[in-house]
Nanobody, 126 residues
Framework: QVQLVESGGGSVRAGGSLRLSCAFF????????MGWFRQAPGKEREGVAA???????KYADSVKGRFTISRDNTKYTLYLQMNSLKPEDTAMYFC????????????????????WGQGTQVTVSS
């Protein structure tokens, strides 16, 4: 059974940075593609970034140039470096994983993922 545990959330001012981490417990991370999602109150969960087992990333347009997704398979950990944060980035952030290669079609669709963490809150004040 795969378990995901996020950490690194917090409160920052606009323009600040945070780095989220997601610890992966289960099988070898090298056989899973992984992603970061977020959900603000009253809104649907949306994809932020995804990464294939070989490190190939995919980003939502809203975070391109500001967020960087990365993974360290030797440490079973997924990361999300968030720079130039905006108030609209405020949300609960979730990491997710699924077995196999990242799909070329809609890799940021929540339906592509089988395993989810509990989330970590990110709050950006203006």
């Amino acid at each position: 059974q795969v378990q995901l545990v996020e950490s690194g959330g917090g409160s920052v001012r606009a323009g600040g940075s945070l780095r989220l981490s997601c610890a992966f417990f289960g099988y070898s991370t090298s056989t899973y593609f992984m992603g970061w999602f977020r959900q603000a109150p009253g809104k649907e969960r949306e994809g932020v970034a995804a990464i294939d087992s070989d490190g190939t990333p995919k980003y939502a347009d809203s975070v391109k140039g500001r967020f960087t997704i990365s993974r360290d398979n030797t440490k079973y950990t997924l990361y999300l470096q968030m720079n130039s944060l905006k108030p609209e980035d405020t949300a609960m952030y979730f990491c997710a994983a699924a077995y196999g290669s990242m799909p070329t079609n809609q890799p940021l669709d929540v339906r592509q993922y089988s395993y989810w963490g509990q989330g970590t809150q990110v709050t950006v004040s203006s």
